[in-house]
């Protein structure tokens, strides 16, 4: 015997629509594509090439503290031969003048928050 | 003895000599965690300066009132965004104070009329035995190749041992948002601090990197002397060598890098 056949019909099957919305909205909603940052249109290149920068930028940004802080080496020479000031507001942020639509908008789509500008100075106009 | 129990033993001392000479832990795990991961390479500067020890002679006899040191400290504190913080929890990089509170070893109860007035600029004196370095617990803070104390923000933790261990008052904790207190950057080519890490001065590093004097011995016009202790040539030396100069606290055996002459 089962009570209100058709309330419990319809619930069984919201209740699978919703375990299985995942599904869904992966085959029909809007395709992650790219994280829509804009990257610096006067510029080439980065200090390195792009595929680096976007898989090691912030273990470099890491190499750069201790080397600059402790080391006192505080130029980078690139693997083009270029030279760089090791410096994330003065070499970095140089270029990547637009917190808004390349730095944040890049690690909120990857959920991550680095807590670079507690300390460092955001450039105003991207602020 | 039967041979089995020699070979037991045998292997038995060969590794624990092994073990106990570090061959064991000679594997490159350790190389690789070291490697870098740069694919350039990492240089200095072509303008940067460079000494053995770096040091500072104050001419304190230049300085006639607080006055006069004023624009040393200005020059200081809007290159490094140090902000000003009324009451006691203010930040401190290059500060003023009497001649008793300067050099306390000094038990004179009868002092010139002149130094009883005098005030004495006061800073990190980047001692060549810095007790802060030795309590850190996390390496926060450390000396340097050419004898700078220095500190990375990152690290700190906020412990405030380096604070306890600073015979001189020469660190400051950030009690509040330093960025309260500072509502634009004054310089907006150096950093910040945050809430909750302890600050000092740099002997100014990261602008001998570019070639430049610290920002107080820049302001100073000639009152104050930096250069390498060790090179018997530089002006610290020389000054040192014609004048009569002394260091705060010296029985504590910090070897300070700052020195007054009087």
């Known amino acids: 015997m089962l009570y209100n056949k058709s309330a419990v019909y319809i619930g069984i099957v919201i209740l699978v629509i919703l375990l299985t919305s995942p599904f869904w909205v992966g085959l029909f909603g809007h395709n992650y594509t790219s994280t829509g940052i804009t990257t610096p249109k006067d510029q080439a290149t980065c200090i390195e090439n792009a595929d680096f920068m976007r898989a090691q930028h912030m273990r470099l940004l890491n190499e750069w503290r201790d080397k600059a802080l402790r080391d006192e080496t505080r130029t980078y020479v690139a693997t083009d031969g270029k030279k760089w000031e090791i410096s994330l507001q003065n070499t970095c942020m140089r270029c990547h003048t637009n917190y808004k639509s390349f730095c944040e908008k890049c690690h909120l789509s990857n959920s991550v928050s680095p807590y670079c500008w507690t300390c460092h100075i955001i450039p105003t106009e991207g602020k | ?262």
């Open chain 2, 1 to 262: 003895m039967n041979t089995n129990r020699r070979k037991f033993l045998k292997i038995a001392s060969l590794s624990a000599f092994a073990l106990s000479s570090g061959v064991a832990s000679l594997g490159l795990g350790a190389k690789e965690a070291q490697a870098q991961l740069a694919p350039g390479a990492y240089g200095h500067g072509d303008k940067s300066l460079h000494a053995k020890r770096w040091a500072m002679v104050i001419d304190t006899r230049e300085f006639k009132t607080a006055a006069d040191y004023e624009p040393l400290i200005k020059a200081c504190h809007r290159a490094h965004n140090v902000p000003d913080i009324p009451g006691n929890k203010n930040i401190k990089w290059l500060w003023l104070d009497s001649y008793e509170h300067c050099f306390p070893d000094d038990m004179n109860p009868h002092l010139s009329t002149k130094m009883q007035q005098a005030v004495f600029p006061l800073l990190c004196n980047h001692c060549t035995n810095p007790p802060c370095v030795r309590v850190c617990p996390t390496q926060a803070t450390y000396k340097m190749a050419d004898g700078i104390v220095a500190m990375d923000y990152h690290r700190c933790i906020g412990c405030r041992f380096c604070m306890a261990g600073c015979p001189y008052g020469a660190r400051s904790f950030n009690f509040f948002d330093p960025r309260k207190y500072l509502p634009e950057p004054t310089n907006p080519s150096f950093p910040t601090r945050m809430i909750g890490v302890v600050e000092k001065c740099t002997f100014c590093a990261e602008r001998l990197a570019k070639g430049q004097l610290p920002a107080c011995v820049e302001a100073s016009n000639g009152k104050i002397l930096f250069g390498d202790l060790e090179d018997p040539n530089s002006t610290v030396r020389k000054a040192l060598a014609a004048n009569y100069s002394i260091r705060r606290k010296p029985n504590l055996g910090t070897q300070p890098g700052v020195y007054y002459l009087i």
